[in-house]
C-alpha cells in the first residue's frame, strides 16, 4: 500500500517531457533540447511511445540499483520516470503472462552503449524473474557468458573502449512460469583481422592483453609466454593500456566466469593455449631466399618462437614450416606444389592467426550454449536480445565495416517495417482515418547491397568466383558498371554531383550513403577478406596437431575429408545469417532500445547537438514521434479487449452474446470514455491516448480486486453454510441418540419400578393366600387331631382287652433292637488300626453275634488290606508279585525260603551297563537283562566251582567269564526243561535242559548262588511268560541231572560243621556227585 502512495507518475516531477510524444512543439530543436535537458539532469532515458531513448553517459549512474529494480517491478510501463527497467519489465510481463515471444532490439553506433543496455536488460529479467538453487544457477550461467565473449570479442577501438567486434543475438527461455531454463547464443561475423592488424590507437581482443597481464608466471611459462607486450608483433603498442581498465582483473574476472559457466579446467587452458599460439604466430618472420631456378622462395628467420608454437601444439614442426613455403593446389586429382615468397608467407600466417582465432571464437558460443541450453523439452517462451556491432564510419574503412554497417541497415529497415511502414499499414488495413506520414525508407540501400543479381555483395562473390586474375580493382571496376546509377552508390568513375558536400573521392574506393551517413570504403582486402582463403597446406597441418582443440577446429583439413568445392564466401555466409535473423525478429513482438551516443570522447556530461542531431535524424526518431502521436497509442483486437475488459459493464459481465465489437462499443460506452479517444477498427479497437488505457487499466484492476472479494465472499459464504449444514446434520444425529439414550433410560426405570411395585404386590398376595392356606391347614390338621384322639379312643376303648398278650415280643424286639444298636455304635469307636498285620479285634461282648462279629472282622481286614494294596506303584505291585510267586514256588518247601523273605530282589547285581569293563558284554546283548549276578558254576567233572556272570534275559540265559566278560555259553529258555534244588538250606540248583538241544551237548547246568530263591523265582517267571509253560520245578534232596553222556545223582547229605556254613560239594564216581549242607 506505501507503494501506491507515493506512487509517482511519467508527469511527476518531470524534466522536460519523458515521453516525446508529448512534446509540443514537435521539431528537431525543442526533440534535442528536450534529450540535452534530461541529460544534464542525469535522466538519460526518454521515451518514444513504448520506444526508449538511450543517451550513453560515460558514467555510472545510481539507477540501477536492486532498490530500482523493485520499483519498476510489476509496474505499468508509463507508470514511472522512463527506464530500461521499464521496457525490460513490460517485455518480460507480456512474455510471461501473455505468452508472447520478445525481442529487445538495440541499435546505436559503436560507443552508444548497446552492450551495457542488453546486460541491463538481462539483470533486469534475472532479477525479476523466479528463485530457486536451480533457476539461480541458470540465471548465474546466462550472466556470466558476457565476460567470456566480452574478453574474446570485444577490443578497444576510437570509438569505444570496449567495442564489440561481433554481432551477438540471445535467446532467453523461460519456462510457462517465467522460469529461466536456459539460453541459445548466436554469433555472427566476428572482426578478425583485428587479430593480425589493429588501426592506429585500437587494440587487439582484450583477452591478450588480459592473458599477459593476468596470467601468473607459471601459466605464462607453461605457454612459453612473456608478460611484456611489446614482444609480441600482434600488439599493437600505442594504446595498449586503457584508462580505468585493469586487464589483470579481468583476466580473473574472466577464468571465473570460465568456471561458472560450466568450462572444465582442461578446456579453459586448451583455449588460452590457442591464444597463445595466436599471439606466437605472430612473431613468426620470414627472410627472401632464392633459389636457383629464379623462383622466390621465403625461409623462416628465427626457428625458435616455430618450435615454441609446435610444442604449445603438438605439430610436427617440419609440417608447419612446409606448410608456410609452400602451398599446394589440387584440382582434378592433380596436386601441384608452389613455393611461397615472403608476402605470400607472411599472408598465409595472418590468414592463419585470424582463423584460428575466429574459430576459436565460434567454438566458444558453441560450448558456451552447451552449458547454457535449456535442459526440457517442454515448449519455451522466448526472450531474444539482439547486440549488434554499431553503425561505424573510420577513416578507413574496410569490408568489416561494410558488413557492419550492412547488418544495421537491416536493423534499420526492421525498425522501419514493424514500427513506421507496418503501423501506417495498419492503419490503412482496419480502415482508420489516417493522414500519410513520410519516412525515409532504406530498402532501396538494403537493396544496394543484397540484391541477388546486382548487389554489392553478389558482385563481390561473383568476382571472386570468376577465373582469372581477381583483384578489389576488378571487383570495383565491376561495381562502378553495375551499380552507377544506383542513388545510394558513388565512386570516382561513376561520380556525380550526387552526394553534394563531398566531392573528394580518392581512387580505389566507393562511398554508400547509408541511412546513417556516408561511408567511403577503400575496395583494397574486400576480396581477399570475402574469400577468407586459408591455405590448404596450413589447414591440414592444424588438423594434424595433437592439440585436440585445434584440430577440431580444422575438420576440413581432414585428407579424408578433402572437399573441393569452395567454401560459401564471407560475405554470402553472413547475408544469410542475417537473414534468419531478420526473420527471427519478425516472428517476436519487438522492443526498440535506441542507443544515442553524446559525444564523440568517451566523456561524461558532453552534449554534442550536431553528433545527436545527425544520429537523431538517421534513426528516423522525429518520424517516429510523428506517426506516434498521428497514430493511437494502443490497439488490440477485439476479442482480447473484450475479453480483458468485460468485466468492468454489466451488460459484458461474465458473458457477451454477441459480436466482439459490439461488445467493445457497449463497454466503452458505459464507461463513458470520450468518444475522441478511441476509433473502431476493422478487427481491432484503437486507443488514441495511454493514459486511456491506463483508466481501463486501473478501473479493470479495481474490478479484479471487487471480483476477488466476490469470489471471496461467495466462497466464504459457501464454506460457512456447508459447514453449518454439517453441524446442523450433526446436531440431528446427536439429538437423536440422546432421545434414545433418555427414553432408554427412562424405560428401565419404569420397569424396574414396576417390577417393585409388581413384587410388593405379588408378595402381599401371596402371603394372604399363604395365611389363608396355613389356616386351613391348621383347621383340617386340628380336625385331624381331633378325628386321631377321638379314633384312638374309639380305638383304645374298642382293644383294651388285647394289649397285655403281645407285649413280651414287643418289648424282645425293642430290647433287641437296642442292644443291636448299641453294638455297632461301640464297634465304631474301638476299631484297630489300618495296618494289615494288626491281629488286635475287640472282644465279642455277645454270644449271639459272634457270626456278625467275625464276619465283620473278616471284612475290616479285607477292607484295610485293599487300602493297603491301593498305595501300592506299579513297580512295588511287580515286586510284590514276585514275592508272592516265590511263596507259592517255595514256602513250606525250600528250608531256604524264609532268609529270602526279607531281601529285595534286585536281578541285576552286577551292573553291567554302568560298568566299563562289561561294556563289550553289554554291547554282544540286546535284549533287556533281567538278573546278571555272579553265581558258582559246578565244575560237572569234580565238583569245584568256577566263578561265571549269569544272565537273564527275555529268551536267553546267558554265562560269561567273571573276568573277561567274554560269554561262554548261551541258552535259549525254551530249551530249559526243568530246575532242581534240594529242600534245605542251600543255594545249589540244577538247569536242566532239554535233550538233544544244542546248549544240552555238555549236559546240565549245577550252579551255587545266594539268591536262589530270586533267581529260580525269576527264571520261572520269565519262561512262563515268554513260553507260556510253567517251569517244572523240583524241590528234592536227591535228583538226576545229566552230565554228558553220563545221568549223574546229585545228592544232598547233612555234613559236619568242619568247613564252616558252606556247603561243599564232591564228585564222588561216575553216578554220583555229592553236596554235603551243614
Ligand atoms: N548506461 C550506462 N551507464 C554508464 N556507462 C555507460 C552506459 N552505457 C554505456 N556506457 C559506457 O559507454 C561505453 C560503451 O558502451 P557499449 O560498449 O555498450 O557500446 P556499444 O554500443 O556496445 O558499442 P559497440 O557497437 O562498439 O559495441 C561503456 O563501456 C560504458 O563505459
Ligand atoms: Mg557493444
Redesign the pocket.
Known amino acids: 500500500m506505501a507503494k501506491m502512495e507515493v506512487k509517482t507518475s511519467l508527469l511527476d516531477n518531470m524534466i522536460g517531457v519523458g515521453d516525446m510524444v508529448l512534446l509540443e512543439p514537435l521539431n528537431e530543436e525543442t526533440f534535442i533540447n528536450n534529450l540535452k535537458k534530461r541529460f544534464d539532469h542525469n535522466e538519460?532515458y526518454t521515451y518514444i511511445g513504448s520506444v526508449v531513448i538511450?543517451v550513453?553517459?560515460?558514467?555510472?549512474?545510481p539507477i540501477y540499483s536492486p532498490e530500482k529494480v523493485e520499483d519498476y517491478r510489476n509496474r505499468n510501463f508509463y507508470e514511472l520516470s522512463p527506464h530500461i527497467f521499464a521496457l525490460s519489465d513490460e517485455a518480460y510481463r507480456s512474455l510471461r503472462d501473455q505468452d508472447k515471444d520478445q525481442c529487445i532490439l538495440i541499435t546505436?553506433?559503436?560507443?552508444?552503449?548497446?552492450?551495457?543496455?542488453s546486460k541491463?536488460v538481462m539483470s533486469y529479467v534475472a532479477a525479476v524473474c523466479g528463485k530457486g538453487a536451480e533457476v539461480n544457477q541458470v540465471k548465474e550461467q546466462l550472466l556470466q557468458s558476457n565476460p567470456v565473449l566480452e574478453a574474446f570479442g570485444?577490443a578497444k577501438?576510437v570509438?569505444?573502449?570496449?567495442?564489440?567486434r561481433f554481432g551477438k543475438y540471445m535467446d532467453i527461455e523461460f519456462d510457462f512460469k517465467g522460469d529461466p531454463l536456459g539460453g541459445v547464443i548466436s554469433n555472427y561475423l566476428l572482426e578478425k583481422s583485428r587479430v593480425v592488424k589493429q588501426p592506429r590507437g585500437e587494440r587487439n581482443f582484450h583477452v591478450f592483453y588480459q592473458l599477459l597481464s593476468g596470467a601468473s608466471e607459471e601459466l605464462l611459462n607453461k605457454l612459453t609466454l612473456e608478460r611484456d607486450f611489446s614482444r609480441y608483433n600482434y600488439l599493437s603498442l600505442d594504446s595498449a593500456k586503457v584508462n580505468g581498465v585493469d586487464d589483470a582483473a579481468n583476466f580473473r574476472t574472466v577464468r571465473n566466469a570460465m568456471q561458472i559457466v560450466g568450462f572444465m579446467d582442461h578446456e579453459a587452458e586448451s583455449v588460452l593455449e590457442v591464444v597463445a599460439a595466436v599471439l606466437k604466430l605472430g612473431n613468426i618472420e620470414f627472410k627472401p631466399e632464392s633459389r636457383v631456378n629464379g623462383l622466390d622462395e621465403s625461409k623462416i628467420k628465427d626457428k625458435n618462437e616455430l618450435k615454441e608454437i609446435c610444442e604449445l601444439t603438438g605439430i610436427d614442426q617440419s609440417v608447419l614450416e612446409r606448410a608456410f613455403s609452400f602451398r599446394t593446389v589440387e584440382a582434378k586429382q592433380e596436386k601441384v606444389s608452389t613455393t611461397l615468397n615472403v608476402a605470400q608467407a607472411y599472408y598465409a600466417r595472418d590468414a592463419l592467426a585470424k582463423n584460428l582465432y575466429s574459430r576459436l571464437f565460434s567454438w566458444l558460443v558453441n560450448r558456451i550454449n552447451e552449458s547454457i541450453k535449456a535442459q526440457t523439452k517442454v515448449r519455451k517462451k522466448v526472450m531474444g536480445v539482439l547486440?549488434i556491432?554499431?553503425f561505424e564510419i573510420f577513416e578507413d574503412n574496410s569490408f568489416e565495416q561494410f558488413i557492419i554497417n550492412y547488418c544495421n541497415e537491416k536493423l534499420q529497415q526492421i525498425f522501419i517495417e514493424l514500427t513506421l511502414k507496418e503501423e501506417q499499414e495498419e492503419y490503412v488495413r482496419e480502415g482508420i482515418e489516417w493522414t500519410h506520414i513520410d519516412y525515409f525508407n532504406n530498402a532501396i540501400i538494403c537493396d544496394l547491397i543484397e540484391n541477388n543479381t546486382n548487389g554489392i555483395l553478389a558482385m563481390l562473390d561473383e568476382e571472386c568466383l570468376r577465373p582469372g586474375t581477381v583483384t578489389d580493382e576488378t571487383f570495383l571496376e565491376k561495381l562502378n558498371q553495375v551499380c552507377a546509377t544506383h542513388q545510394h552508390f558513388e565512386s570516382r568513375m561513376s561520380k556525380s554531383s550526387r552526394f553534394l558536400n563531398d566531392t573528394s573521392l580518392p581512387h580505389s574506393c566507393f562511398r554508400i550513403q547509408h541511412y546513417a551517413g556516408k561511408v567511403l570504403y577503400q575496395v583494397e582486402g574486400f576480396v581477399d577478406k570475402n574469400n577468407d582463403l586459408l591455405y590448404r597446406d596450413l589447414s591440414q597441418a592444424m588438423w594434424k596437431a595433437g592439440h585436440t582443440l585445434i584440430k577440431s577446429l580444422f575438420p576440413e583439413g581432414n585428407p579424408a575429408k578433402i572437399n573441393l568445392k569452395r567454401p560459401p564466401t564471407a560475405g554470402s555466409q553472413f547475408k544469410a545469417s542475417v537473414a534468419t535473423l531478420m526473420k527471427n525478429l519478425q516472428t517476436k513482438n519487438p522492443n526498440y532500445i535506441r542507443?544515442i551516443k553524446p559525444n564523440d570522447k568517451?566523456a561524461a556530461h558532453i552534449f554534442s547537438e550536431a553528433l545527436v542531431c545527425h544520429q537523431i535524424r538517421y534513426l528516423g526518431l522525429l518520424e517516429n514521434v510523428r506517426v506516434r502521436r498521428a497514430g493511437y497509442a494502443f490497439r488490440q483486437a477485439y476479442e482480447p479487449c473484450l475479453e480483458r475488459y468485460k468485466m468492468l459493464c454489466k451488460q459484458t459481465w461474465p458473458h457477451w452474446k454477441g459480436p466482439a465489437r459490439a461488445g467493445v462499443e457497449v463497454l466503452f460506452n458505459e464507461l463513458e470514455i470520450p468518444v475522441e479517444e478511441y476509433s473502431f477498427g476493422r478487427s481491432k479497437i484503437f486507443i488514441r491516448n495511454p493514459r486511456t488505457l491506463f483508466k481501463l487499466e486501473d478501473l479493470r484492476k479495481q474490478r479484479l480486486e471487487d471480483l476477488a472479494t466476490l469470489i471471496q465472499k461467495i466462497y466464504r459464504g459457501w464454506k460457512c453454510r456447508t459447514h453449518f449444514l454439517l453441524m446442523r446434520k450433526s446436531q440431528i444425529v446427536i439429538a437423536a441418540w440422546y432421545r434414545r439414550y433418555a427414553q432408554q433410560k427412562r424405560y428401565q426405570q419404569i420397569k424396574s419400578s414396576t417390577l417393585v411395585i409388581q413384587s410388593y404386590i405379588r408378595g402381599w398376595k401371596a402371603r394372604k393366600i399363604l395365611r389363608e392356606l396355613k389356616h386351613r391347614k391348621r383347621c383340617e390338621e386340628a380336625a385331624t387331631t381331633i378325628a386321631a384322639y377321638w379314633h384312638g379312643t374309639q380305638v383304645r376303648r374298642e382293644y383294651r382287652k388285647f394289649f397285655r398278650a403281645n407285649a413280651g415280643k414287643k418289648i424282645y424286639e425293642f430290647t433287641l433292637q437296642r442292644i443291636v444298636q448299641k453294638y455297632f455304635l461301640e464297634m465304631k469307636n474301638k476299631m484297630p488300626s489300618l495296618s494289615p498285620i494288626d491281629k488286635n479285634w475287640p472282644p465279642r461282648p455277645y454270644l449271639f453275634l459272634d457270626s456278625t462279629h467275625k464276619e465283620l472282622k473278616r471284612i475290616f481286614h479285607l477292607w484295610r488290606c485293599k487300602k493297603y494294596r491301593d498305595q501300592f506303584t506299579d513297580q512295588q505291585k511287580l515286586i510284590y508279585e514276585e514275592k508272592l510267586e516265590a511263596s507259592e514256588l517255595f514256602k513250606d518247601k525250600k528250608a531256604l525260603y524264609p532268609s529270602s523273605v526279607g531281601q529285595p530282589f534286585q536281578g541285576a547285581y552286577l551292573e553291567i551297563n554302568k560298568n566299563p569293563k562289561y561294556k563289550k558284554l553289554k554291547d554282544a546283548i540286546e535284549e533287556k537283562i533281567i538278573i546278571a549276578e555272579v553265581v558258582n558254576k559246578i565244575n560237572r567233572a569234580n565238583g569245584k566251582s568256577t566263578s561265571r556272570i549269569f544272565l537273564l534275559t527275555n529268551n536267553n540265559l546267558l554265562l560269561a567269564d567273571q573276568k573277561s566278560g567274554q560269554i561262554k555259553s548261551e541258552v535259549p529258555l525254551v530249551d530249559v526243561t526243568k530246575v532242581s534244588m534240594s529242600s534245605q538250606n542251600d543255594g545249589f540248583f540244577a538247569v536242566h535242559l532239554k535233550e538233544g538241544s544244542e546248549a544240552a551237548s555238555k549236559g546240565d547246568f549245577l550252579f551255587s548262588s545266594d539268591h536262589l530263591i530270586e533267581m529260580a523265582t525269576k527264571l520261572y517267571r520269565t519262561t512262563l511268560s515268554q513260553t507260556k509253560q510253567k517251569l517244572n520245578i523240583e524241590i528234592s534232596d536227591e535228583f538226576l541231572v545229566q552230565f554228558r553222556q553220563d545221568k549223574v545223582c546229585v545228592k544232598f547229605i547233612q555234613g559236619n560243621q568242619k568247613n564252616g556254613s558252606v556247603p561243599t560239594c564232591k564228585r564222588k564216581n561216575n553216578r554220583l556227585l555229592e553236596v554235603a549242607v551243614p
Not at 550513453?56 to 549512474?61: A, D, E, G, I
Not at 546505436?108 to 543496455?117: L, N, Y
Open positions: 538519460i538511450s550513453n553517459p560515460y558514467r555510472s549512474l546505436g553506433e559503436s560507443g552508444a552503449g548497446k552492450t551495457e543496455a541491463l570485444n577501438t570509438r569505444n573502449d570496449n567495442s564489440s547486440d556491432y554499431g542507443c568517451k
